[in-house]
């Protein structure tokens, strides 16, 4: 009786007593998914256009921020910094369209998804040897990025808004519309969606299979950065960072691998449902950290249901 | 002539063989000191100022000593990314050679535990590990000078408390630590302080995903509204969890960290915000000390090894120094007491069980004010050193309190009870029966 209690009455008892504490709750649970909906995107991104399973883009978030800190403290000022690191994340994609993907077209995608495990390996060891493996601080500040925080007073209460974080939300929001714009509107966003509906079909109709990958992991590279930037202002730049990756994984099973739409609502459902249970339901009941397996469970229930994910294709093959 | 030759080259073989079947150690007359390193992985950024001091204190000794007693020392790094099972690997790898253990984390060091017991090799894990490897009679062959997580943990409460422990009744205190088996090592120690001393007692867990985004774990100290923080953080999660105090109004002179969370690397990402923040340290730098010195000129300036910009004067590489002195200082004590320049692991053993760090012994390996006296016996193998509260003032840290020391007499029953109870699970669990302190 006293369990019901506490899982069916006391949770929402709480969050009517303290609505401050629920807004913080709500808007840490959705800066915590706008944050991994953009981790999500950039394997989307590559899975949507070749069917790779990127298992680098965690080290390419470490990449992206370790190589704009690193043109920082050379001397270059903050915004050339971030045009070269633009240059240095295309000029990766093409050399990983040339060397890795370009031998391995038509082969099985378990070779595909591996060569992105060996691309991991190299970016850690050549990461490590141009920027060594200390912690660096992410040049927040002269990138115009505020520090601050906005504070509110409601129902007696506060709600603390870092600045910080409203920039990743607003920033990630203009980023996704870009990019959803990009790929509906544009020729070249058209090609991408057709090649991630039909290789073969669109190679036809004279799409360059090699420059679409160029370009997808050119967005890919883009995406890294602006995760690297938005994380890296919160712990430092370091090769931790590239754990956050793993954070992804049960956004894309709920989203599903192909869909856009679904990296963004996957990710901020997990991201709100998980903090409202590790606060309401974990952290009181089962000793806290629920945050390592909850949006697990969440999206094998959802999978139990649908699959496919929430948005993902529904693949028939015949045989 | 034919049979000749397939009995020369038979034997030649064989010498080679033979040859190469010496260890190291003996053939170049040198002391092979295997570190199980971690400079690559999530952790890295704390692993490289500790690996750089301990790799540079060696190199000191035989550049300026030509080593110890006229033996170089051959220091080498097997690396882990602090991962357990890599770990397991290193040593496996080394152990055929090693005069010492360095496992570098709470996890490899309680795998190669029991494996110390059969290889006799030296477990030194200096400031970490298992709280009751002190247990010199339980635990033969590991030593976790100069204090363990338990001192760690007491001379924070005594620090807190002002040295009248009861005075934290009604107090909550609330253990933020990483869900590893490094971060939950002072658990037992806290409950049985809170039950003892009348306060409330709270452990939440990090993971290991969730270091750069506490958010949860700090909505959860906002709710329970603790009277201070202490944190067994590490890595990233230092530097995120400074971040989120910051965010959440936590006073940072009430947030005190063990001394694995009081790195110069991870508080600069946090800067000015983090002003206040305190962690208890059994190290001090001290960047113009002697020793400090001779490592600027016989290392560094000499350009033998290179480290990280400002590096030099951070906690983390003069407690790397401080860590190989331990090492070179039981190598120096065994081979004095056996005579002998090149050690055993069961000699070195030996030196490590009667380490005697007092002020002149200090003084003398020109590491005054970095470290306090401490000594080592076969039944004490932590032996027990006091520590400072050192303060991060937005740029360094700086000490902010006397000489703390752990209440034993509150340690020693839990400690005993703890590794009878280790030594009870993994039978059969050899001791030391010689040991008659």
Known sequence: MDLAYQILVKPFSDMVSAPDFLMQVLWDGLVSGVLYALIALGFVLIFKSSRIFNFAQGIMVVFAALTLVGFYQAGVPAWLAVLLTLAVMFVLAVAIERVV??????????????????????????????????????????????????????????????????????????????????????????????????????????????????????????????????WGARAGVSFALEVIAYKALPVLMLGGLESVLGAIVGGLAIGIFEKLFEIYWGQPLLGGNTETWFAFVFALIVLLFRPQGMFGEKIIERV | MRLFGKFALVGAAMAVSTALAIPASLAEDSLYLPNLAYRTGPFAATGIPLMDGQRDYIAMLNARDGGLNGVKLNYDECETGYNTEKGVECYEKTKDKALVTQPWSTGITLQVLPKSNVDKIPILAPG????????????????????????????????????????????????????????????????????????????????????????????????????????????????????????????????????????????????????????????????????????????????????????????????????????????????EHFNAKVITPEQLRWGLENLNFDEARIKALGADGMIAPFKTTCADHAGHAGGWILQWDGSKFVKASDLLTADRDAIVPLEQAKAKEYAEANKPWPTNDECKM
């Open chain 2, 128 to 335: 970490y590990g298992f709280s009751p490897m002190a247990e010199g009679k339980i635990f033969q062959w590991a030593f976790n000078p100069p204090a363990s997580y338990w001192d760690g943990a007491s001379m924070i409460l005594k620090y807190i408390s002002g040295g009248n422990l009861d005075s934290l009744k009604g107090k909550k205190i609330v253990l933020l630590h990483l869900d590893a088996p490094y971060g939950k090592e002072p658990i037992p120690l806290f409950e049985d302080m809170a039950k003892k001393h009348g306060f409330t007692f709270l452990a939440i867990p990090v993971g290991v995903k969730e270091m750069q985004n506490q958010s949860a774990q700090w909505l959860q100290i906002r709710r329970e509204k603790p009277d201070y923080v202490l944190m067994w953080g590490w890595g990233a999660m230092n530097a995120g969890a400074a971040s989120e105090a910051v965010k959440t109004h936590f006073p940072m002179d009430h947030f005190i960290g063990i001394w694995w969370s009081g790195h110069d690397g991870d508080m600069k990402t946090v800067g000015e915000g983090g002003k206040g923040y305190k962690s208890i340290s059994w190290s001090v730098p001290v960047s113009d000390a002697p020793v400090m010195q001779d490592i600027k000129k016989y290392v560094l300036d000499a350009k033998v090894n290179t480290i990280g910009e400002g590096e030099f004067d951070w906690v983390f590489y003069q407690r790397g120094v401080l860590i190989s002195m331990f090492l070179t200082e039981g190598i120096k004590t065994a081979q």
């Open chain 1, 101 to 230: 993907l370009r031998p391995l077209v038509n082969q099985p995608d378990i070779i595909l998804f591996m060569a992105t495990i060996g691309i991991t390996y190299f970016l850690v060891g050549f990461g490590e040897f141009v920027f060594g493996g200390e912690n660096k601080v992410m040049i927040t500040e002269q990138l115009h990025i505020p520090t601050g925080t906005f504070e509110f007073k409601p129902f007696g209460g506060f709600v603390s808004i870092s600045q910080t974080d409203l920039t990743a939300v607003i920033g990630a929001g203009i980023l996704v519309t870009v990019l959803l714009v990009f790929l509906s509107r544009t020729k070249i966003g058209r090609a991408i969606r057709a090649l991630g509906d039909d290789h073969q079909a669109a190679l036809s109709v004279g799409i360059s299979l090699s420059m679409i990958w160029v370009i997808v992991w050119f967005i890919a590279g883009i995406i890294a950065l602006a995760t690297g930037i938005v």
